[in-house]
């Protein structure tokens, strides 16, 4: 599932990113599959200890280098990483569906990453689409919260309060 700044383009301004973020809603136990991916697909590793990389991150980072288009490969697969997955939706490339998150998953996403960038990218998205279900985005960064131990909710609520 695509997030980051190329779905950011779905659903909120239109920028420059330079990457593509892919959640793969599997563990590290696949990353022998996703390496024989990578291999297929001819692409660059962007670091010399794979592995341990990918075991310290849960980031496989990689790079088409004819284009120098770089993708990281997420590895998760926790209830939310589940549920963002079965909510994920098909945008075609010609006849080619490939699945980015919803608008609220990536959201959420971007309130959990929390530079920046992802919270204008955030103010951008919740503008032009005013019809997000609130609900859903409160209910996750609360479970958030109580994991993390951090005030995601809160910020969350700031950032409505000062759109309106």
Known sequence: MVIGGQAV?????????????????VGVDHLEEMK??????????????VDDFVKETMVLPVIEEKSGIRVDFIFSFSPYEKQALKRARDVFFGK???????LEDLVIHKIIAGRPRDIEDVESILLKNPEYDSRYIEKWLAEFDAALEKKLGEAFSDLQRGLK
């Open 9 to 25: 383009l779905l659903y909120g301004e239109p920028r420059l990113t330079k990457d593509i973020d892919i959640t793969l809603g």
């Open 36 to 49: 024989a991916v990578a291999d297929r697909l001819k692409l660059k590793y962007l670091t010399d200890k």
């Open 96 to 102: 080619t569906p490939i699945k980015y998150a919803s």
